[in-house]
């Protein structure tokens, strides 16, 4: 289970306080994979950087006994000159505390990935793409009770999707959960049991997908949306 009580989320901005959430109270249901969707500036990346302890609250917070992962197309912590190998193993080493298995790992996310020779580079010279295969490999390599998605399993050519649809079903048939950010409610729908809106300010929770695809082509189709106090997102 994950909470979010009351929980405020602002940026400061020369023009103010730019709210993305405001007093949100909404609880994930147990065992159950979460969809977050919205257009662009809706407040999806936001919503796991803060699950995922990336980002804090300005105000309230988020309750939860589970073991959560970084969000996944996240790269923002990634030091550019340190090659994928480095970053790989500084993540294993904080995670896990047998060598052993540190290197098992290790081979696997180089494998994984696909990178090659760029995985002993370092990842200032990785694409965007890239840099996303790295950080998904990384993720997958752990075991989390909930993994944080971001639009990562649209990356790469169709192999390599193939690949991170399997090895997410793989995640999913052990028992772990996902909350996958996406732009796709197609994509949503094939791994997702419910699903979550941003919407001015809040997070509106959905069962029914016939009542999600009406309500989101409503907020597509409503243009920049903005706050109370004029902010938008």
Same mark, same amino acid.
């Given at each position: 289970?994950?909470?979010?009580?009351g929980?405020?989320k602002?940026?400061k901005?020369?023009?103010?306080?730019?709210?993305?959430?405001?007093?949100?109270?909404?609880?994930?249901?147990? %065992?159950?994979?979460?969809?977050?969707?919205?257009?662009?500036?809706?407040?999806?990346?936001?919503?796991?950087?803060?699950?995922?302890?990336?980002?804090?609250?300005?105000? %309230?917070?988020?309750?939860?006994?589970?073991?959560?992962?970084?969000? *996944? %197309?996240?790269?923002?912590?990634?030091?550019?000159?340190?090659? %994928?190998?480095?970053?790989?193993?500084?993540?294993?080493?904080?995670?896990?505390?047998?060598?052993?298995? &540190?290197?098992?790992k290790?081979?696997?996310?180089?494998?994984?990935?696909?990178?090659?020779?760029?995985?002993?580079?370092?990842?200032?010279?990785?694409?965007?793409?890239?840099?996303?295969?790295?950080?998904?490999?990384?993720?997958?390599?752990?075991?989390?009770?909930?993994?944080?998605l971001?639009?990562?399993?649209?990356?790469?050519?169709?192999e390599?999707?193939?690949?991170?649809?399997?090895?997410?079903?793989?995640?999913?048939?052990?028992?772990?959960?996902?909350?996958?950010?996406?732009?796709?409610?197609?994509?949503v729908?094939?791994?997702?049991?419910?699903? *979550?809106?941003?919407?001015?300010?809040?997070?509106?929770?959905?069962t029914?997908?016939?009542? *999600?695809?009406?309500?989101?082509?409503?907020? &597509?189709?409503?243009?920049?949306?903005?706050?109370?106090?004029?902010?938008?997102?």
């Amino acid at each position: 289970m994950i909470e979010l009580r009351g929980l405020t989320k602002f940026y400061k901005t020369k023009n103010g306080r730019h709210y993305v959430y405001r007093n949100v109270n909404v609880i994930f249901p147990e %065992g159950k994979n979460i969809g977050v969707i919205g257009p662009n500036g809706a407040g999806k990346s936001t919503l796991l950087r803060l699950i995922g302890k990336i980002e804090y609250p300005n105000e %309230g917070k988020i309750i939860t006994n589970k073991r959560i992962s970084f969000p *996944v %197309g996240f790269q923002g912590g990634f030091q550019g000159s340190l090659t %994928g190998r480095e970053l790989a193993k500084f993540v294993m080493n904080v995670y896990l505390t047998d060598e052993e298995e &540190c290197k098992e790992k290790i081979k696997w996310i180089y494998e994984f990935t696909e990178l090659g020779r760029y995985f002993d580079m370092p990842v200032k010279t990785y694409s965007t793409g890239m840099r996303a295969r790295l950080a998904f490999g990384i993720s997958m390599a752990l075991d989390f009770d909930y993994y944080l998605l971001d639009e990562v399993t649209a990356v790469g050519d169709a192999e390599f999707k193939r690949k991170s649809h399997h090895i997410l079903q793989e995640k999913l048939t052990k028992g772990a959960n996902i909350i996958l950010a996406s732009h796709s409610l197609e994509l949503v729908k094939k791994f997702c049991d419910l699903i *979550v809106i941003p919407y001015k300010g809040d997070i509106i929770l959905f069962t029914n997908f016939k009542e *999600v695809e009406e309500f989101y082509q409503k907020v &597509c189709f409503e243009g920049p949306i903005f706050r109370e106090n004029g902010d938008r997102t």
